[in-house]
Nanobody, 115 residues
Framework: QVQLVESGGGLVQAGGSLRLSCAAS????????MGWYRQTPGKLRELVAR???????DYAESVKGRFTISRDNAKNTVYLQMNSLKPEDTAVYYC?????????WGKGTGVTVSS
């Protein structure tokens, strides 16, 4: 069973930075795409950023130029560097990993950006 554990969330002032990490374990197969979604109460979960095993990236328009996704395949870990944070970035951030066409999810880590 694949397990994902996120870390790095917290409270930060607007303009500040946070770095999220997500480590995957328990997979007998290579992990494909990994990424981050976020969700606020009453809204659908939205894609923030994703990265393929080979390093191709995709970002939501709202975070382009501020967030950077990266991964370490040897550690099965994906990172999200978040700079110039805005109050609207406040959400629970969920990590996912694609393993043999099945998406596995972490439990989420909270990010709160105060104005």
């Amino acid at each position: 069973q694949v397990q994902l554990v996120e870390s790095g969330g917290g409270l930060v002032q607007a303009g500040g930075s946070l770095r999220l990490s997500c480590a995957a374990s328990g997979s007998s197969f290579s992990i494909g795409a990994m990424g981050w979604y976020r969700q606020t109460p009453g809204k659908l979960r939205e894609l923030v950023a994703r990265i393929t095993r080979y390093g191709s990236t995709d970002y939501a328009e709202s975070v382009k130029g501020r967030f950077t996704i990266s991964r370490d395949n040897a550690k099965n870990t994906v990172y999200l560097q978040m700079n110039s944070l805005k109050p609207e970035d406040t959400a629970v951030y969920y990590c996912y990993a694609d393993v043999v066409l099945t998406n596995y999810w972490g439990k989420g880590t909270g990010v709160t950006v105060s104005s």
